[in-house]
T-cell receptor, first 111, second 112 residues
Framework: DTAVSQTPKYLVTQMGNDKSIKCEQN?????MYWYKQDSKKFLKIMFS???????INETVPNRFSPKSPDKAHLNLHINSLELGDSAVYFC??????????FGPGTRLTVL | DQQVKQNSPSLSVQEGRISILNCDYT??????FLWYKKYPAEGPTFLIS???IKDKNEDGRFTVFLNKSAKHLSLHIVPSQPGDSAVYFC???????????WGAGTKLIIKP
């Protein structure tokens, strides 16, 4: 049983396109996150949702829009993709401030 | 402005020996620290944590030490095994911003 799952695992697309990455957790956690791992391998928080409410929104271009239809899902939609958006995106979940459980990552390549 | 620093990008250790991974932080408000392990093409997985009220936490082969005055923590793995080869991330939690702050990671290579 996969605790935190993301789809797709790989995403290759052209500049200017719009794409979505889906995340689901079956751990019953109340908090979900999106991270971006850049070329220097830093893990940077993008968004955090607690019980479907946005609680962290770091300085991310507004082309990135998270959507949480319910506590178990946090999807990431990206409009007008740019070359610099190429990265690995990780979804994670936690129960409050406890340890975070990560999905396998989505490698996004923008051509 | 890196609040959590892992100054060694990589570390190579002989199998069976002790691996010591280091992490420094700048924010004295951090009160909870975690180590994560990451294999290629997988998400990070939680390894061990320590609260700021403690100076040591042990779990099997893994021990984390916290020196609050030096704002330094370290992860000791003994004995090191080939399966320990991975990237190790240090992360700190501060209640003021409700998010984990991550270091850049240290790639540990265990040589046979």
């Amino acid at each position: 049983d996969t605790a935190v799952s993301q789809t797709p695992k790989y995403l290759v697309t052209q500049m200017g396109n719009d794409k979505s990455i889906k995340c689901e957790q079956n751990l019953g956690h109340d908090t979900m996150y999106w991270y971006k791992q850049d070329s220097k391998k830093f893990l940077k928080i993008m968004f955090s949702y607690n019980n479907k409410e946005l609680i962290i929104n770091e300085t991310v271009p507004n082309r990135f829009s998270p959507k949480s239809p319910d506590k178990a899902h946090l999807n990431l939609h990206i409009n007008s993709l740019e070359l610099g958006d190429s990265a690995v995106y990780f979804c994670a979940s936690s129960q409050g401030a406890d340890e975070q459980f990560f999905g396998p990552g989505t490698r996004l390549t923008v051509l | 402005d890196q609040q959590v620093k892992q100054n060694s990008p990589s570390l190579s250790v002989q199998e069976g020996r002790i691996s010591i991974l280091n992490c420094d932080y700048t924010n004295s408000m951090f009160d909870y620290f975690l180590w994560y392990k990451k294999y290629p093409a997988e998400g990070p997985t939680f390894l061990i944590s320590i609260s700021s009220i403690k100076d040591k936490n042990e779990d099997g082969r893994f021990t984390v030490f916290l020196n609050k005055s030096a704002k330094h923590l370290s992860l000791h793995i003994v004995p090191s095994q080939p399966g320990d080869s991975a990237v190790y991330f240090c992360a700190a939690w501060g209640n003021s911003n409700y998010q984990l702050i991550w270091g850049a990671g240290t790639k540990l290579i265990i040589k046979p």
